[in-house]
T-cell receptor, first 117, second 112 residues
Framework: GAVVSQHPSWVICKSGTSVKIECRSLDFQATTMFWYRQFPKQSLMLMATSNEGSKATYEQGVEKDKFLINHASLTLSTLTVTSAHPEDSSFYIC?????????????FGSGTRLTVV | DAKTTQPTSMDCAEGRAANLPCNHSTISGNEYVYWYRQIHSQGPQYIIHGLKNNETNEMASLIITEDRKSSTLILPHATLRDTAVYYCIVKAFGSSASKIIFGSGTRLSIRP
């Protein structure tokens, strides 16, 4: 089945530094990937839609200059949290769906837990 | 995409069937009912989907009412590993560029 790999699974960084999270579709091409953020005991919140070869589409209230998204190939999207602060500490999850998916179901990465100290 | 309503939490005894309801009274004719679950500190996992017929796979069964305004996900023999948050999502099949918006889901606890 379709597999989405996320790296790293967890990261701790100092306040003010930038962190890059990778999302790879391992056995399919993904022209579109999605980035979510999840705070403890809350549901997933869609941050942005990553489009291969073009600019990402951000949801309302998400700062595009803070959360930089690059989708340079059909199998890789990256999310960079720039100048991270403790309030950016969260669980970040990416998702994609093969174009020919028989179920229409989406595959999610295992998530990246970011802690900013 | 149509809005869904799910109970905030439920519990079920291990080995028994877990029945998770979902209301989607404004569902459109071309929208499917999808179920995902999220085990703690993991990414969501696709479970099952259906349009109007009941569906079954190795994980679960999905029962959709005739008027399609509600559905029930059934885990036939719940185990402790089924403890998770279950999300019911109504969505047209659409393209792979079509996004998913998650609601609050149902937190299912399986007791020994």
């Amino acid at each position: 089945g379709a597999v989405v790999s996320q790296h790293p699974s967890w990261v701790i960084c100092k306040s003010g530094t930038s962190v890059k999270i990778e999302c790879r579709s391992l056995d399919f091409q993904a022209t579109t990937m999605f980035w979510y953020r999840q705070f403890p005991k809350q549901s997933l919140m869609l941050m942005a839609t990553s489009n291969e070869g073009s600019k990402a589409t951000y949801e309302q209230g998400v700062e595009k200059d803070k959360f930089l998204i690059n989708h340079a190939s059909l199998t890789l999207s990256t999310l960079t949290v720039t100048s991270a602060h403790p309030e950016d500490s969260s669980f970040y999850i990416c998702s994609a769906r093969p174009r020919d998916s028989p179920s229409g179901g989406y595959t999610f990465g295992s998530g990246t837990r970011l802690t900013v100290v | 995409d149509a809005k869904t309503t799910q109970p905030t939490s439920m519990d079920c005894a291990e080995g028994r069937a877990a029945n998770l309801p979902c209301n989607h009274s404004t569902i459109s004719g071309n929208e499917y009912v999808y179920w995902y679950r999220q085990i703690h500190s993991q990414g969501p996992q696709y479970i099952i989907h259906g349009l109007k017929n009941n569906e079954t796979n190795e994980m679960a069964s999905l029962i959709i009412t005739e008027d399609r305004k509600s559905s029930t996900l059934i885990l036939p023999h719940a185990t402790l590993r089924d403890t998770a948050v279950y999300y019911c999502i109504v969505k047209a099949f659409g393209s792979s560029a079509s996004k998913i918006i998650f609601g609050s889901g149902t937190r299912l606890s399986i007791r020994p």
